[in-house]
């Protein structure tokens, strides 16, 4: 059953997608996405690749509400580019998209190992389930803003931030909703620049916790 704040924030996305929002394309499943995100990719980065300062690859347009599952999306779209192309992006904006619909987030970001932000504060991830490794070997990623999340379905988050090295800061998750979380093993393993003050989280008694915050001291766990 889902928790009634996950209605009021769906009614909410919908209305300010259907009166505010004009989308260019409109992927029906994670393939075409995938397709369309590298097309863009390629696109921008043509024009780009002669300028010095940081590339800011913007995917608003692209409609993914009737999508699920997003694992492993972007670190498929980076094996669709040429390494010289990869170094190049800097910032990714998917900071409108619709994910209401979203449950499984794994390993979405995995090794975009030169990105250095991703913008997705206002992201709805009520209903999403699987946080398993979603920005994991993130090298160059130093800013998240993941604040406003509303995680009311979580229940896997290993590996989410792990061997994340460059990483500073991703905002106040201290009330995250984290009752169903049963594994956060090596979550901020080898976050070694992070600042990050989770000391007020109740895990769940059945949680495994094995490795969560080794290399990463600024990440403070309950005591």
Not at 144 to 158: E, G, P
Request: charged letters at 25%.
């Amino acid at each position: 059953m889902k928790h009634i704040y996950t209605y009021i924030i769906e009614a909410l996305h919908i209305n300010k997608n259907t009166t505010s929002k004009t989308y260019s394309f409109f992927p029906k499943n994670k393939d075409e996405l995938i397709q369309i995100i590298t097309n863009k990719f390629k696109e921008q980065i043509s024009e780009q690749k002669e300028k010095e300062d940081n590339s800011v690859i913007t995917l608003n347009d692209i409609d993914v509400s009737d999508i699920k599952d997003f694992s492993e999306l972007f670190y498929k779209v980076y094996n669709n580019i040429a390494y010289s192309y990869k170094k190049i992006i800097k910032v990714i904006d998917i900071s409108e998209w619709e994910m209401s619909q979203a449950t499984d987030l794994s390993y979405m970001f995995k090794k975009c190992e030169y990105v250095e932000e991703i913008k997705l504060s206002d992201w709805n991830v009520t209903n999403v389930r699987k946080f398993i490794g979603m920005f994991s070997l993130c090298e160059n990623l130093k800013t998240l803003d993941l604040s406003n999340w509303k995680t009311l379905s979580a229940q896997n988050m290993k590996y989410m931030f792990n061997e994340c090295g460059s990483l500073e800061t991703i905002g106040d998750i201290s009330k995250w909703y984290i009752k169903q979380v049963l594994d956060y093993n090596y979550m901020f393993n080898r976050c070694t620049k992070l600042s990050c003050n989770i000391s007020s989280w109740k895990f769940n008694k059945k949680a495994r916790i094995s490795n969560m915050n080794d290399s990463a001291e600024g990440v403070k766990l309950p005591s």
